[in-house]
């Protein structure tokens, strides 16, 4: 598959709203000590979340085809682990471990700089596979080799699923056209095969149901907010990430896009836009 690029500073500014936004129910489904495949892993920002939630694997393995975004994980790791005195250890440079010296319970993790498409001959090595904020760049050919090929007894975590809807407070007239649009633009085709968008989430029940894999669904939206300059920031990196895909697209009517892009910016400056931006966070036990 082509190579979708993502910086570890958008990675970064995102981590604390996906931190909160992940289903608390999550913690019944994925349990520790068991291996865990994290497929497109980036800087590690999933694995972060269960330390936060004190959930420990013994392996864990991080997968991505961006070898910049692994290297970061020790560090940004390391800056997590301070803050709440959990020590990590470097094993090597692709491997390193947390170690909780209050109840003794080790995380080890390792990293794998690969395609996704070659994870598919790896999944029956683990007992959970995670995906993070990754199932709307996956094409309908690599969900069915992974229903089709995965084993039964294991667990699939697919967190903050896009759903394709995003609401606004402050409504605007052209806010459902600049959403199609979105969403339009993020169904294109990568290395021959067309990257799904929302309508994974449809596929992948349509697979869970087809193979009697249990499937549940939780809401995991993220609620954007202008009342802070960190919120304000934040608000703005998110709205580029709408706009930017959208003022290159050449089917999106330019005019529309600069006149909504600015009236956005102007709540955000103002205090008082508020973003709701649709996420499902979904369990598969097979
Ligand atoms: C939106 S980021 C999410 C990263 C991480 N899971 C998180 O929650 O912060 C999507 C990640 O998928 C990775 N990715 C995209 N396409 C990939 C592919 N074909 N093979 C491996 N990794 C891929 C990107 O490099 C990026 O790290």
């Not at 090595?125 to 084993?151: E, G, P, Q, T």
């Not at 294991?154 to 409504?171: E, P, Q």
């Amino acid at each position: 598959m082509k190579k979708d690029h993502f910086t570890s500073t958008w990675l970064a500014l995102r981590e604390p709203y996906d931190i909160l936004s992940r289903n608390k129910n999550l913690k019944k489904f994925i349990r520790q000590s068991d291996r865990i495949l994290d497929i497109g892993a980036g800087t590690g920002a999933f694995s972060r979340w269960c330390l936060a939630n004190n959930i420990f694997f013994e392996n864990m393995m991080l997968l991505d085809h961006d070898q910049r975004l692994l290297n970061n994980t020790q560090r940004i790791t390391s800056r997590f682990c301070k803050n709440r005195k959990l020590i990590i250890k470097k094993v090597s440079k692709k491997e390193f471990k947390v170690e909780d010296p209050v109840s003794n319970l080790t995380f080890g993790f390792k990293t794998l700089n690969k395609d996704l498409s070659l994870s598919i001959n790896l999944i029956n090595n683990f007992d959970v596979l995670s995906m993070s904020a990754l199932i709307d760049l996956l094409s309908f050919n690599y969900l069915k080799k992974l229903f089709n090929k995965i084993k039964c007894d294991k667990v699939i975590a697919m967190t903050l699923c896009f759903n394709g809807k995003i609401n606004w407070n402050d409504k605007n007239s052209y806010d459902k056209y600049i959403v199609n649009e979105f969403n339009r633009e993020q169904q294109s085709i990568k290395a021959g095969d067309i990257s799904l968008g929302y309508r994974s989430i449809d596929k992948v029940k349509q697979l869970s149901k087809k193979k009697k894999f249990k499937i549940t669904i939780y809401d995991s939206s993220w609620r954007l907010l202008s009342n802070t300059d960190d919120n304000k920031n934040f608000h703005h990196k998110y709205l580029e990430t709408l706009y930017k895909p959208l003022k290159r697209n050449k089917y999106t009517d330019n005019k529309i896009l600069e006149k909504w892009y600015i009236s956005k910016i102007k709540l955000i400056n103002s205090g008082s836009l508020e973003t709701r931006v649709g996420h499902n966070d979904i369990i598969i036990e097979t």
